[in-house]
């Protein structure tokens, strides 16, 4: 499975594909997973349809799928781009054979009606398009069940901690197929230095990261909590279309 991640700083705050690679690669090292990014600052949907970096990185691999995400305000504020320009991206992904994912986002922290809106127009747009969906807004609200919200978000209530990071990683792996099993207890630390081919291409300091390697206590009590809920289904239950390909 090879995955191309398109979005903007909640794909690639704390790593969230390498974490995901990083994850499967531990539980399953034979696997031919990968990963591929091609994020930019702020992009909506319509911003990477309309840079030439996004052809090119579509056309860079064979990816198996491409994971879609817009700004976490795009649905709501800019409707008619996130139909026309996620429309026009799914079709372009099926164009190089690969299968399109749309990434749910979530709510921002305190405004959790946002997140009915987004719920609705992400559904909405699958629905439309016969595109994948990976509801990880929904599974973060619904995880309020288990932990407190706010240990998934920055301080700036819209980027996800490292916790948040993991948590997404945890539901992308449980979407494409990949069993992650209680109890995991290893540390993963992930290093930029090991992905030269995506440092190479990206602008760490432009997005105010300055670190080049997170480190994850996977034997931690909280992650336990959710890889269980994730696990008995109380998490994950939500009914969405889920078309994959391996």
Same mark, same amino acid.
Request: proline share 4%; glycine share 6%; aromatic share 16%.
């Given at each position: 499975?090879?995955?191309?991640?398109?979005?903007?700083?909640?794909?690639?705050?704390?790593?969230?594909?390498?974490?995901?690679?990083?994850? @499967?690669?531990?539980?399953?090292? +034979?696997?031919?997973?990968? %990963?591929?990014?091609?994020? !930019?600052?702020?992009? =909506?949907?319509? #911003?990477?349809?309309?840079?030439?970096?996004?052809?090119?990185?579509?056309?860079?691999?064979?990816?198996?799928?491409?994971?879609?995400?817009?700004?976490?305000?795009?649905?709501?504020?800019?409707?008619?781009?996130?139909?026309?320009?996620?429309?026009?991206?799914?079709?372009?992904?099926?164009?190089?054979?690969?299968?399109?994912?749309?990434?749910?986002?979530?709510?921002?922290?305190?405004?959790?009606?946002?997140?009915?809106?987004?719920?609705?127009?992400?559904?909405?747009?699958?629905? @439309?398009?016969?595109?994948?969906? +990976?509801?990880?807004?929904? %599974?973060?609200?619904?995880? !309020?069940?288990?932990? =407190?919200?706010? #240990?998934?978000?920055?301080?700036?209530?819209?980027?996800?901690?490292?916790?948040?990071?993991?948590?997404?990683?945890?539901?992308?792996?449980?979407?494409?197929?990949?069993?992650?099993?209680?109890?995991?207890?290893?540390?993963?630390?992930?290093?930029?230095?090991?992905?030269?081919?995506?440092?190479?291409?990206?602008?760490?300091?432009?997005?105010?990261?300055?670190?080049?390697?997170?480190?994850?206590?996977?034997?931690?009590?909280?992650?336990?909590?959710?890889?269980?809920?994730?696990?008995?289904?109380?998490?994950?239950?939500?009914?969405?279309?889920?078309?994959?390909?391996?």
């Amino acid at each position: 499975m090879l995955i191309l991640f398109i979005g903007n700083s909640l794909t690639f705050y704390n790593f969230l594909p390498l974490t995901l690679r990083g994850i @499967i690669k531990h539980i399953y090292p +034979c696997s031919k997973f990968d %990963v591929g990014l091609q994020v !930019k600052r702020y992009a =909506d949907f319509k #911003e990477h349809w309309e840079n030439p970096d996004t052809e090119k990185a579509l056309n860079s691999s064979k990816w198996t799928h491409v994971v879609l995400q817009d700004h976490s305000q795009g649905p709501i504020f800019t409707k008619e781009n996130f139909y026309l320009f996620g429309y026009r991206l799914i079709e372009a992904v099926r164009n190089v054979g690969a299968e399109p994912v749309l990434f749910m986002t979530w709510a921002h922290y305190g405004k959790s009606e946002m997140m009915e809106e987004v719920r609705s127009i992400y559904r909405d747009l699958a629905h @439309i398009t016969g595109a994948s969906l +990976c509801p990880v807004g929904e %599974v973060w609200y619904k995880a !309020k069940d288990i932990l =407190d919200d706010s #240990e998934f978000f920055k301080t700036d209530g819209v980027h996800p901690s490292p916790l948040g990071t993991l948590f997404t990683a945890f539901i992308f792996a449980h979407f494409f197929g990949y069993s992650i099993k209680d109890p995991f207890p290893l540390d993963l630390k992930i290093e930029l230095e090991d992905y030269e081919d995506l440092r190479n291409s990206f602008d760490f300091n432009g997005y105010g990261i300055k670190r080049r390697a997170i480190h994850y206590n996977l034997s931690s009590h909280k992650v336990a909590c959710l890889l269980r809920g994730l696990q008995d289904s109380s998490l994950y239950n939500l009914q969405v279309p889920r078309r994959l390909c391996f």
